[in-house]
């Protein structure tokens, strides 16, 4: 039993491998490419390591940084990402519990409405998202996060319930018998229990309000404002041609901040995630 356990680890150890090592691929690829000359990566070669003809060090990072508009991308992406994660962790978390603690036909309903949203496919909503967007002056960069509230509450609220049942009621009651109100409790006592789902969901929240694509393409004046994946898709050099070096260059540079985010919060997620995963 132990030599075929040991047999059956080993080959799901290789699978597991070969299967990271696929998503990590394209990664290592764009890595590659960033630090090539132009010739190098349009004459074929995209697929080799770069050779010392083809070597371009950190210029195409400098032309990519230098590039019109990046750094105003990136000022607009990181605020739509803090404001939108922000958002989402203090309204959702609030909504969570009172869902939970308040055992009413409205609290139900509320938790049902919110999975089902999880289940809507984006793309039956986003034209009318697109023109509800416009009518209510939520296509600007300060304002969007409450489009990313809507989108992101769903599973925000879902993890957040599961973990908020594993809470003994005993200790919110303590605390009210000590002079706590609702708030009180919630932001002086609960809070802090929350936080390995709060980073496990604010992480996940991130990565997606930054790599987004769509939904800023939708609602915001593409000709007045840009965020980071947005810049990359109309990354263009001089005479409106693809400048691939470059844009290898800033697409690793969008990519490095939010892989260090998730490694170093990692371990968060998977304890969020199995709180989450509380059935009460």
């Known amino acids: 039993?132990?030599?075929?356990?040991?047999?059956?680890?080993?080959?799901?150890?290789?699978?597991?491998?070969?299967?990271?090592l696929a998503w990590v691929y394209p990664i290592i690829m764009i890595l590659m490419n960033s630090l090539k000359k132009e010739s190098a990566i349009s004459t074929g070669t995209a697929f080799k390591l770069p050779t010392a003809d083809a070597f371009a060090g950190i210029a195409n990072y400098v032309d990519a940084v230098a590039s019109k508009g990046f750094l105003s991308s990136l000022g607009y992406s990181t605020f739509i990402t803090i404001t939108s994660v922000v958002?989402?962790?203090?309204?959702?978390?609030?909504?969570?519990?009172?869902?939970?603690?308040?055992?009413?036909?409205?609290?139900?309903?509320?938790?049902?409405?919110?999975?089902?949203?999880?289940?809507?496919?984006?793309?039956?909503?986003?034209?009318?998202?697109?023109?509800?967007?416009?009518?209510?002056?939520?296509?600007?960069?300060?304002?969007?996060?409450?489009?990313?509230?809507?989108?992101?509450?769903?599973?925000?609220?879902?993890?957040?319930?599961?973990?908020v049942k594993s809470i003994p009621v005993e200790i919110e009651e303590a605390a009210m018998i000590d002079g706590c109100n609702p708030l009180q409790t919630f932001f002086l006592i609960d809070i802090h229990i929350l936080k390995p789902t709060m980073i496990s969901v604010g992480i996940l929240e991130a990565m997606w309000v930054w790599n987004d694509y769509l939904l800023p393409t939708l609602v915001l004046d593409i000709k007045k404002y840009k965020t980071i994946p947005m810049l990359i898709q109309y990354f263009r050099g001089s005479y409106g041609r693809?400048?691939?070096?470059?844009?290898?260059?800033?697409?690793?540079?969008?990519?490095?901040?939010?892989?260090?985010?998730?490694?170093?919060?990692?371990k968060y997620i998977i304890k969020g995630v199995a709180a989450g995963a509380v059935k009460g």
């Not at 039993?1 to 990271?20: D, F, G, H, Q, Y």
């Not at 039956?124 to 002056?137: E, R």
Request: hydrophobic content about 60%; some cysteine.
């Open 1 to 20: 039993m132990k030599k075929k356990k040991s047999i059956a680890n080993t080959i799901w150890t290789v699978i597991l491998t070969i299967a990271a």
């Open 242 to 266: 693809v400048e691939m070096g470059p844009m290898m260059a800033s697409i690793m540079l969008t990519v490095i901040p939010i892989i260090i985010v998730y490694l170093a919060g990692q």
């Open 87 to 163: 958002a989402i962790l203090v309204c959702c978390s609030m909504c969570a519990w009172y869902i939970t603690r308040v055992n009413s036909p409205i609290s139900k309903i509320l938790y049902y409405l919110f999975v089902f949203s999880m289940v809507v496919p984006f793309q039956m909503v986003m034209f009318t998202l697109s023109q509800t967007a416009d009518t209510l002056h939520l296509n600007m960069p300060w304002n969007i996060w409450v489009i990313y509230l809507g989108f992101g509450a769903g599973l925000a609220v879902f993890m957040f319930c599961g973990f």
